[in-house]
């Protein structure tokens, strides 16, 4: 895990640089998937010039967590073309979360630095992030040398991996972390800059949530719909109900999935069924564990 300490406003000056590189090109263009221009988004501060972009994609991906727990959220990013840099700033809520940090002493501030891991472009030459204010954080992911190996190449997939805790005061909830705009530095975060630094692009923002759950992951009674203790014929006929006639299918109190979710994809569906048959009638096999 590599961990580098950065001020907030380190991270947006950073950034700042890359947008002045943006904005020294003569063309700029909208990236979109149709044939029509979604147009440029000059910034009200005039600093810079962004371009929309509806191929390009900046997710938090959902996560189910416990009271007291600690847990990875991934930022997915999803790029066309090799990205040179990121920067993403997130709003929280601190009394049900917060991000796990390390406490570093900078000319007078204490930084509260992220402990983050690299996913996909590994060899980002400065890959940090940081908590300034309750329920915020920043981070960025930037090449400043034009090294294709420190770069993040066309893909899609977890890019970050940012670790967290629920409060041990934290209510059952399913709780946000949105994207948010920097009101001091508008243009900088939520941005990413392609390889050269020839363009600045606003992809799509996809906000995650976190599912509290009131304790540890515990489902007794996985694929057992009547909790009887055996798998039969008779949870077979609650599922159908359950599937094709808006029948109970009940959720365990620390479970994450339904008792009819036999594959844990968090849907149920036709899919459960036929598995359920597989496992009764003709392979003898257990449901997924929800838990692991």
Request: net charge negative.
């Amino acid at each position: 895990m590599r961990l580098d300490h950065f001020h907030p406003r380190t991270i947006a000056v950073s950034f700042v640089a890359v947008i002045c590189i943006a904005l020294c090109m003569s063309v700029v263009r909208a990236r979109t998937s149709g044939t029509g221009s979604q147009g440029i988004q000059t910034d009200p501060s005039g600093v810079a010039t962004i371009v929309p972009s509806d191929v390009d994609t900046l997710r938090v991906l959902n996560q189910i967590t416990s009271i007291g727990d600690t847990f990875a959220i991934d930022l997915h990013v999803a790029n066309v073309d090799t990205i040179g840099a990121y920067a993403i700033r997130l709003r929280y809520d601190p009394a049900a979360i917060e991000p796990l940090t390390d406490t570093v002493p900078d000319a007078g501030d204490t930084i509260y630095a992220l402990e983050l891991d690299q996913l996909r472009g590994t060899a980002f030459e400065e890959f940090a992030g940081s908590v300034n204010e309750p329920g915020v954080m920043t981070m960025l992911a930037a090449d400043f040398d034009l090294d294709t190996n420190e770069a993040l190449a066309p893909g899609s997939g977890g890019s970050a991996r940012i670790m967290w805790r629920v409060q041990a005061t934290a209510d059952t909830q399913t709780t946000p972390i949105a994207f948010e705009v920097h009101p001091d530095f508008p243009e900088t975060f939520n941005a990413i800059s392609d390889f050269y630094g020839a363009e600045l692009i606003r992809p799509i923002l996809k906000d995650g949530s976190i599912r509290i759950l009131p304790g540890p992951c515990d489902c007794p009674h996985q694929a057992d719909l009547d909790t009887s203790g055996v798998i039969d014929a008779v949870d077979l006929n609650l599922l159908i109900y359950a599937i094709f006639f808006n029948g109970a299918d009940p959720v365990d109190p620390s479970c994450p999935t339904s008792r009819g979710d036999w594959n844990c994809d968090g849907v149920l569906d036709a899919s459960d069924l036929n598995l359920l048959i597989r496992g009764i009638f003709f392979v003898p096999s257990p449901p997924c564990n929800p838990c692991e």
